[in-house]
């Protein structure tokens, strides 16, 4: 999907640790990176429809703020089971690229503060490092605050 929409990007891979508590820490631990530049793929429902938000791996997704970044009253995150038969993806290497489903796609604004960031391309330890904007521009992705305040 990636090459399709000509986006520059490299891949990186990593052992991954399936006993992992938050597999988005272990990913920027793993990779020699800050937590800020790793982000987790997150699979929700805002009003019962699919979105897909992607966020820094050190952080928490405010279902408010989900919401409202759709047009929607409320936000849940996905069951593990529906996210992995909407994406053809496993949890853990849920990537926004190339998901068998299109979905909406919120990113949060605070990853554009970087020149290059890593997200999952796919597969458990494997991730791709790429500029926020053109993943927001593959994606047609909105950029959003999605972050729950500390």
Do not use: W
């Not at 009003?47 to 409202?68: Q, R, T, Y």
């Not at 993806?89 to 926004?96: A, F, L, M, N, R």
Request: net charge neutral.
């Amino acid at each position: 999907m990636l090459a399709k929409h000509a986006v520059t990007f490299t891949v990186h891979t990593y052992a991954y640790d399936p006993d992992a508590q938050r597999t988005g820490l272990q990913a920027a631990e793993a990779l020699g990176e800050h937590p800020s530049r790793v982000l987790k793929t997150l699979m929700a429902e805002v009003d019962g429809k699919p979105v897909c938000a992607i966020v820094p791996s050190d952080a928490e997704v405010s279902m408010k703020k989900l919401a409202a970044a759709f047009g929607g009253k409320s936000a849940q995150m996905m069951k593990p089971a529906d996210a992995e038969r909407l994406t053809g993806y496993k949890v853990g290497g849920i990537s926004p690229f190339g998901q068998m489903r299109k979905v909406p796609v919120a990113l949060e604004t605070s990853a554009l503060a970087h020149d290059l960031v890593f997200i999952n391309g796919g597969q458990r330890g494997l991730q791709v490092r790429l500029s926020p904007h053109d993943a927001m521009a593959a994606l047609d992705a909105v950029s959003a605050a999605l972050i729950a305040d500390a």
